[in-house]
């Protein structure tokens, strides 16, 4: 899926978003993030990013108006720390072109920024390995680890700790981004763990993974987090309500949301279900598949 590109000292790399499939909160940890197990998967929706050397500096451009183009960036961040530990001298400038909704829970950013370390380590040929990539990574944010290798994984500790999971056939889904952003911190300071709540387990999704159960697939969708969105965010509630009557194979909210989406039974059944809730005006509307383990 991350496809490089070389030509002299440029390179351009693809950023893919991600859905929870899975998202239990078990907890509080000492230093301040919470203790989560969580089935994220990859999908074909991506970034663009061109990346050139140039003689000193980090220049980031975007067309998105909304999206910062200094430190406050991940892009940045991934940039300034791979350049400070490793010794780099040079400079680079980099172009942006965002199609992943911001603040939807779907992880552009944090894709973005491990696109970064991983097209920085190819342009400068720094021999960073994949482990060593991941703990750049896991110094920038929590779900960034992930994106290094991509595809299926359950992760756990605060995201960082990486189990891939072999999924051998094709998804299809519909991601739904109903133009609400919302802020992951906002979502977590919000939750209120309750200990004596039972647990939901992964291992049924993970065994339905397996076998590419659609259907069972569907049924196991969870995410411990859609009761604090719902909360802060009724329209969302309102909106996952509509959305239940087009009968998909399971609908759930990805991450700390605002976007929704729906597993669907085949391509076809996507198509047709996009053109109503187009139709409908509830939001900006994907079809999309999941990156598939070779």
């Given at each position: ?6 030509e ?6 693809k950023?893919?978003a991600k ?7 078990l ?41 910062p ?23 680079v ?8 909704p911001?603040g939807?829970?779907?992880g552009?950013?944090s ?22 990539l ?7 944010g ?34 739904i ?10 979502i977590y ?8 709540k ?17 259907t069972?697939i569907g ?9 604090v ?9 309102h909106?996952?309500?509509s ?6 194979c399971g ?6 949301g605002?976007a ?5 039974n ?10 109503k809730i ?14 598939i383990?070779?």
């Open positions: 899926m991350n496809k490089n590109n070389h002299k000292n440029r390179i351009s790399l950023a893919p859905i929870n499939l899975f998202l239990e909160v907890g509080k940890r000492d230093d301040g993030y919470h203790e989560i197990e969580t089935v994220m998967q990859e999908i074909d929706l991506v970034d663009n990013l061109w990346f050139e050397e140039i003689q000193e500096g980090v220049k980031l451009k975007c067309e998105n108006g909304n999206i183009l200094d430190e406050n960036n991940l892009v940045c961040k991934a940039t300034n720390l791979i350049m400070k530990e490793c010794g780099i001298k040079k400079g400038l980099i172009n942006l072109e965002k199609k992943i911001v939807a829970g779907l552009g950013g894709s973005d920024a491990a696109a970064t370390l991983k097209a920085l380590n190819s342009l400068w040929k720094i021999g960073l390995n994949d482990i060593e991941m703990e750049f990574a896991a110094k920038l929590s779900d960034i680890p992930f994106f290094i290798n991509g595809k299926t994984s359950l992760c756990s500790g605060r995201g960082e700790k990486i189990l891939p999971v072999e999924v051998k056939s094709r998804l299809n889904y519909l991601v981004f109903p133009n609400i952003k919302i802020s992951t911190i906002t300071k919000n939750l209120k763990i309750d200990l004596t039972k647990r939901k387990d992964v291992s049924f999704l993970l065994n339905a993974l397996k076998y590419s159960n659609v069972t049924k196991l969708l969870y995410n411990r987090l859609e009761k969105i719902f909360k802060l965010y009724p329209d969302l509630l909106i996952k309500s959305l239940a009557c087009f009968n998909f609908l759930s909210i990805s991450g700390s605002s929704f989406f729906g597993l669907c085949n391509r076809n059944q996507a198509e047709t279900i996009k053109k187009e139709l409908s005006g509830t939001g900006n509307v994907f079809i999309v598949t999941n990156v383990t070779p």
